[in-house]
């Protein structure tokens, strides 16, 4: 069993910044890329930024220029830090990791339960 557990969503003002953190635990040998997706309301989940297990990140392009993620392969953890966030930036936002097992499983997705990021105006 894998758990990724998010902290850091909260309320903050436009204009403000917040850092998510996940930290995966349980049967963990091998993680690869670990991820942020979101979710608004009535509204597909979307790849927020991603990182592999080398450090090489990508971005989607809403969040390109005010957000960093990081990640800590020693520690099982991601962060991503969102700068200058704006109303549109409200949703729950997903911790994702490719995670194997054991040294003959294959990699499989798993996802923390989500953390609430409200943005007011």
């Known amino acids: 069993q894998v758990q990724l557990v998010e902290s850091g969503g909260g309320l903050v003002q436009a204009g403000g910044s917040l850092r998510l953190s996940c930290a995966a635990s349980g049967s963990i040998v091998f993680i690869g890329t670990m991820a942020w997706y979101r979710q608004a309301p009535g509204k597909q989940r979307e790849l927020v930024a991603g990182i592999t297990r080398g450090g090489t990140p990508n971005y989607a392009d809403s969040v390109k220029e005010r957000s960093t993620i990081s990640r800590d392969n020693a520690k099982n953890t991601v962060d991503l830090q969102l700068n200058s966030l704006q109303p549109e930036d409200t949703a729950v936002y997903y911790c994702?990791?490719?995670?194997?097992?054991?040294?003959?499983?294959?990699?499989?997705?798993?996802w923390g339960q989500g953390t609430q990021v409200t943005v007011s105006s």
């Open positions: 994702y990791a490719s995670v194997r097992t054991s040294f003959s499983a294959p990699l499989y997705a798993y």
